[in-house]
């Protein structure tokens, strides 16, 4: 099996997606007040330092058809077919895998950090292609709380690192935030846990900082 880098692999498997026809639009379900941002809602599954990526087509609040997992080795992605949607706060997708035939389910809530996170089951793929656990989305979904202050922007009164994610497997630093200074916010932010604010300068240009006593509305 033939190896190629990361980068490469994610480009490829996300434009083989687009001509097996999983942009294919599907109606949102009017009743979801969580949508995905994009066309591609992202699971991420972490066994230890091993960290598996599925890729599902996303409509708004409808998922399917297609869906591609690719493991952190190198290898080839493993391609299927989803349905599944979310309601609310909930997820809810079935997967059939091309190859074996065998099944995933994912199912798991989005948090008030808009991070979803929930559990699978199904029929593993070997080698380590895919296999069921735990899983979180690597970027915040768009979720209508009515809660946040209607602010744009965020006053850093004291130094407050930035994250990737808010919490969960694969957290890391990906820069600082100065006292004093502005940031523009990426959602509207409650100031009383995580605010996602945009950093251009910082690895993929937004991330999550702790607010409460750090951060206030500009």
């Not at 949508?35 to 996303?58: C, E, H, K, M, S």
């Not at 080795?73 to 599944?84: D, E, F, I, V």
């Amino acid at each position: 099996m033939s190896r190629v880098t990361n980068r490469t692999l994610a480009g490829t498997a996300l434009s083989a997606l687009v001509f097996a026809g999983l942009a294919t639009a599907v109606p949102a379900h009017a009743d979801s007040s969580c949508t995905v941002n994009g066309d591609y809602l992202r699971l991420r599954q972490a066994f230890g330092n091993y960290i598996t990526t599925t890729t599902i087509n996303a409509k708004g609040s409808s998922l399917g058809p297609g869906v591609v997992t690719v493991p952190p080795s190198g290898t080839n992605g493993t391609y299927g077919s989803a349905s599944g949607s979310i309601s609310g706060r909930n997820i809810d997708v079935r997967i059939t895998w091309n190859d074996n035939k065998g099944t995933a389910h994912f199912t798991g809530t989005i948090g008030d950090d808009d991070i979803a996170r929930g559990d699978s089951t199904g029929t593993p793929i070997p080698i380590n292609l895919w296999n069921p656990g735990p899983w979180y989305t690597s970027e915040p979904l768009n979720c209508s709380t009515g809660q946040g202050t209607g602010q744009s922007s965020a006053k850093v009164v004291a130094d407050v690192d930035v994250y990737n994610i808010p919490d969960g497997p694969g957290k890391r630093q990906i820069g600082t935030l100065r006292a004093p200074s502005v940031v523009p916010l990426v959602e509207p932010c409650t100031f009383d846990a995580f605010c996602h604010v945009s950093v251009p300068n910082m690895d993929g240009g937004n991330g999550f900082a702790w607010a409460p006593g750090l951060l206030e509305p500009a």
